[in-house]
């Protein structure tokens, strides 16, 4: 069974770029959530998706972020206009049940 | 609000020794989850054990297991026979119904084996 896989692995970006990050959830699993590190801090939740619906979206930090999920499987998360302070490492996780998220390798950003 | 607090930020231990990693959360819900994840530097998550908060009963896993002090809020990682393959960072999470299932994380521990 394939894992949850994301890409790019790692982004290099100016500030005010736009990049988008891709997430493919294991195959079968409803929940998809988003997740940064940003340096030196701990990880944050962003959003959960149920299927292709937002269930929760109270981490996302400001409308420079958006995130969707096509059809309810992949999904993806643009920032736009990308800020230094977005530099981070971002981990996208999919479950079946709420309490066993798997993980992707995550995607490191940097804006420059 | 629920916070978790991991207040080693690097520790180090003698392969095939023992070490306990250190987790402490706030939360004024009876109803929540607890883990243990490892990113080793290949960056990803691995999910290392899982506690129910309402089980009195510590879980373990192979040479992982917790010591889960409910009322002081205490859940440490002890790892056993520790090999070079422990070698990771390792982070506390909690998670709730309340907390729309979102995981909350410690700050993590950088674990070192010595061999």
């Known amino acids: 069974e394939a894992g949850v896989t994301q890409f790019p692995s790692h982004s290099v970006i100016e500030k005010g770029q736009t990049v988008t990050l891709r997430c493919d959830p294991i195959s079968g699993h409803d929940n998809l959530y988003w997740y940064r590190r940003v340096m030196g801090k701990e990880i944050k939740f962003l959003l959960h998706f149920v299927k292709e619906s937002k269930q929760d979206e109270s981490g996302m930090p400001n409308n420079r972020f958006l995130a969707e999920r096509t059809g309810g499987t992949y999904s993806t998360l643009k920032v736009q206009p990308a800020e230094l302070e977005d530099s981070g490492v971002y981990f996208c996780?999919?479950?079946?049940?709420?309490?066993?998220?798997?993980f992707g390798p995550g995607t490191r950003l940097t804006v420059t | 609000a629920q916070t978790v607090t991991q207040s080693q930020p690097e520790m180090s231990v003698q392969e095939a020794e023992t070490v306990t990693l250190s987790c402490t959360y706030d939360?004024?819900?009876?109803?929540?989850?607890l883990f243990w994840y490892k990113q080793p530097p290949s960056r990803q998550m691995i999910l290392v054990i899982r506690?129910?908060?309402?089980k009195q009963q510590n879980a373990t896993e192979n040479r992982f297991s917790v010591n889960f002090q409910k009322a002081a809020k205490s859940f440490s990682l002890k790892i056993s026979d520790s090999q070079l393959g422990d070698a990771a960072m390792y982070f506390c999470?909690?998670?709730?119904?309340?907390?729309?299932?979102?995981?909350?994380w410690g700050a993590g521990t950088k674990l070192i084996i010595k061999p």
């Open positions: 999470a909690y998670m709730s119904p309340e907390s729309n299932y979102q995981l909350i």
């Open positions: 939360t004024s819900e009876s109803d929540y989850y």
């Open positions: 506690q129910e908060a309402y």
């Open positions: 996780a999919s479950s079946q049940t709420y309490y066993e998220q798997y």
